[in-house]
């Protein structure tokens, strides 16, 4: 059963312009969330995190928003780079559980000039 | 300093064979984590170490597989009998402590099993 959805396989943006990329989860007790970014042959390294107490984290170019409401998060990248090409990752832990991260199936991002 | 590191970064096998992967997690890192990723797919949590603690292996798929951690630093997963389903790549991440929820990925082992 899979926890984290990322529903949009791939995106395509133009440099400069904003990345959006959504996730959406169905375990009400998740409350910490990652974004993480994977290049080709390499390992996931971690981007920006949030905290189910918050609704927005931002750090430089990368924003995240929870709507727990909604049990939806997104990041945006603003401006786009063509190095933030890449596979974007969406993970969620829950409190009695850490440790335990469930990812999303990912998220291909390729900007072009 | 050195990042997670695993060994090997690629492994073809034959089915029925037994396989061995290692990673050499960050200098002070006390908890260590196994994913998998099979091709299209996100990763999935096989098991992870936290100190002297006993692992929480709830992710394994089968008893085939199986991991150990020695001395709290390097370790050791194991997958026997090797199955066609079972290839994937293996990530390995350690992080300071079990609720430091930053996880530092090694490069994975990618496995293939004909």
């Known amino acids: 059963d899979q926890q984290v959805k990322q529903n949009s396989p791939s995106l395509s943006v133009q440099e400069g312009r904003i990345s959006i990329l959504n996730c959406d989860y169905t375990?009400?007790?998740?409350?910490?969330f990652l974004w993480y970014k994977k290049y080709p042959a390499e390992g996931p390294t971690f981007l920006i995190s949030i905290s189910s107490i918050k609704d927005k984290n931002e750090d430089g170019r990368f924003t995240v928003f929870l709507n727990k409401s909604a049990k939806h998060l997104s990041l945006h990248i603003v401006p786009s780079q063509p190095g933030d090409s890449a596979v974007y990752f969406c993970a969620a832990s829950a409190t009695d559980s850490w440790g335990k991260l469930q990812f999303g199936a990912g998220t291909q991002v390729v900007v072009t000039p | 300093g050195a990042g997670v590191s695993q060994s090997p970064s690629n492994k073809v096998t034959e089915k029925g064979k037994d396989v061995e992967l290692r990673c050499d997690p960050i200098?002070?890192?006390?908890?260590l984590y196994w994913y998998r990723q099979s091709l299209g797919q996100g990763l999935e949590f096989l098991i992870y170490f936290q100190g002297n603690s006993a692992p929480d292996k709830s992710g394994l798929p089968s008893d085939r597989f199986s991991a150990e951690r020695t001395g709290g630093s390097v370790s050791t997963l194991t997958i026997q009998r090797t199955q066609q389903e079972d290839s994937a790549v293996y990530l390995c991440a350690s992080s300071l402590e079990r609720f430091q929820e930053t996880q530092y990925f090694g490069p994975g082992t990618r496995l293939l099993v004909l």
């Open positions: 375990n009400s007790m998740f409350d910490y």
């Open positions: 200098s002070g890192h006390t908890a």
